[in-house]
């Protein structure tokens, strides 16, 4: 089942990203300053990892990793990456399945150009939920 809506559609296209040798202090300033809750951490201009507020919590401060250590240090990697073209459901189910919060966004030349997030999604569930009973009726 298609919700007609594209992640194109929703994805945030501002995605923050720091290379990887930045040290977990600026990933945490960088959040801070933009009050956002994740980072993606790249190597060039290919994205590698992300640092999320969990990570910051999970990694830093429960294990008392140095403010200094390099972002590719503790960065969730590998990414699970999607197209812009997918449809909403399908990132969903991705995102389900991986246990994930954020999707980052590539096109085809594999560039950054955006993030969709559990709240992303959670905004327009009312949105979702007529759709879905529009398409069920139809079947009906």
Same mark, same amino acid.
């Given at each position: 089942? %298609?919700?007609?809506?594209? &992640?194109? /559609?929703?994805? !945030?296209?501002?995605v923050?990203?720091?290379?990887? #040798?930045?040290?977990? =202090?600026?990933?945490? !300033?960088?959040?801070?300053?933009?009050?956002?809750?994740?980072?993606?951490?790249? +190597?060039?201009? %290919?994205?590698?990892?992300?640092?999320?507020?969990?990570?910051? &919590? @999970?990694?830093? &401060?429960? =294990?008392?990793v140095?403010? *200094?250590?390099?972002?590719? +240090?503790?960065?969730?990697?590998?990414?699970? &990456?999607?197209?812009? /073209?997918? +449809?909403?459901?399908?990132?969903?189910?991705?995102?389900?399945?991986? #246990?994930?919060? @954020?999707?980052v966004?590539? #096109? /085809?030349? %594999?560039?950054?150009?955006?993030?969709?997030?559990?709240? +992303?999604?959670?905004?327009?569930?009312? *949105?979702?939920i /007529?759709?879905?009973?529009?398409?069920?009726? %139809?079947?009906?």
């Amino acid at each position: 089942m %298609e919700s007609g809506i594209k &992640v194109q /559609d929703i994805m !945030k296209k501002k995605v923050f990203s720091l290379d990887i #040798n930045t040290p977990i =202090y600026e990933v945490a !300033k960088l959040m801070k300053e933009k009050d956002i809750g994740s980072v993606i951490i790249i +190597d060039g201009n %290919e994205a590698k990892g992300i640092i999320t507020e969990r990570d910051l &919590v @999970r990694k830093i &401060v429960a =294990y008392k990793v140095s403010f *200094s250590t390099p972002a590719k +240090d503790i960065m969730s990697s590998p990414l699970i &990456v999607i197209h812009p /073209d997918i +449809d909403l459901i399908g990132a969903v189910k991705i995102m389900n399945k991986n #246990n994930i919060r @954020r999707l980052v966004v590539i #096109n /085809d030349e %594999e560039e950054l150009v955006g993030i969709i997030t559990e709240n +992303d999604v959670l905004g327009l569930l009312p *949105s979702l939920i /007529d759709l879905l009973e529009e398409k069920l009726a %139809e079947r009906l």
